[in-house]
């Protein structure tokens, strides 16, 4: 899709974070949209928390509106588009250590949902051809899927009211597995894009990370190399998508992918020539994870020997 083909996730920025004045100041800076710029690349995800736009009480905060405000200013000001992200909403986030549930049963939760993204849609609506919102990141457990399927419908309905242009990006269960979309309901129109994350082969891009220790052996290191991944590994991966998506006449994503920094430079390089090739062969526009710390930083310093190598296949 033009504008949304080859990008980067400014992760940790306004989520996952601490959230100080000091880190939403400066943890991303104009130079850094300069620098994606530079590397080719066409657009940026931001994803956000829903209490960086929101007091306790639902209330929204007009200065946290306003950050993202700068934030999309300074892509489009650079050349980028950008894709808004909801990260963690009141009732819900995909990291189950983090004390938010009940938003897929609790209608107070959800329309809380439907009125920030209504806010949203306000806001930032009115440039189609260069921002693009996406719902909610990784829904995690199969027992949502009915439900996320009418709260993303719904949704979609209000944000109509007021940017009837904006392509809007959804996602399914199991973190977003590519092999979930399938089960997604029919797009509500054509400004819809389903969206997927992909970190696989996931022993290797996760290897020793802390947040997976009940699903990787944590003392195991691997290469790229040890995956022995057959030449189809992804076209496979990727076929109930690509069926679906073209089924509904609609365009795919890929939101995030990435290797964690345990993996050498020189392996993580080696994953994502892999990952892009089936990305180019496919049309699949996507967003690498991250530009910057989160345990994946493509711009940190260990990554500087191979770089301007590996940026020419995000």
Request: with cysteine; net charge negative; aromatic share 14%.
């Amino acid at each position: 899709m033009k504008g949304l083909r080859r990008g980067i996730n400014l992760g940790g920025w306004m989520s996952q974070c601490d959230y100080s004045k000091e880190r939403l100041d400066t943890f991303i800076t104009e130079e850094d949209y300069k620098k994606i710029a530079s590397w080719g690349l066409d657009h940026v995800r931001l994803p956000i928390d829903y209490n960086v736009l929101q007091n306790e009480d639902m209330s929204m905060k007009p200065e946290g509106f306003e950050r993202v405000e700068r934030a999309v200013k300074l892509a489009l000001d650079n050349g980028l588009g950008i894709v808004l992200d909801i990260h963690k909403t009141l009732g819900y986030s995909f990291d189950k250590q983090v004390a938010e549930s009940g938003f897929f049963d609790n209608e107070k939760y959800q329309e809380n949902f439907y009125s920030l993204w209504e806010e949203m849609a306000k806001r930032f609506g009115g440039d189609p051809e260069h921002v693009w919102l996406e719902l909610l990141n990784e829904v995690t457990d199969e027992e949502y899927l009915k439900p996320w399927n009418r709260i993303w419908k719904t949704c979609v309905q209000r944000i109509r009211a007021y940017a009837p242009e904006s392509k809007i990006l959804i996602g399914s269960y199991d973190y977003n597995a590519v092999s979930t979309v399938q089960y997604l309901d029919p797009p509500a129109d054509k400004n819809m894009i389903y969206n997927f994350h992909c970190y696989e082969p996931f022993k290797f891009t996760h290897q020793g990370a802390y947040w997976a220790a009940d699903m990787l052996d944590m003392e195991a290191r691997y290469s790229y190399a040890d995956m022995d991944l057959a030449a189809d590994y992804y076209d496979k991966m990727f076929a109930s998508a690509i069926e679906k998506a073209k089924k509904e006449g609609i365009s795919l994503n890929c939101g995030e992918y990435g290797a964690i920094d345990v993996a050498s430079p020189e392996d993580t390089l080696a994953f994502y020539k892999g990952i892009n090739a089936a990305f180019e062969k496919y049309g699949i526009g996507r967003a690498a994870w991250s530009y910057k710390q989160m345990d994946f930083g493509i711009v940190d310093a260990r990554m500087d020997g191979v770089r301007d190598e590996l940026v020419k296949y995000l």
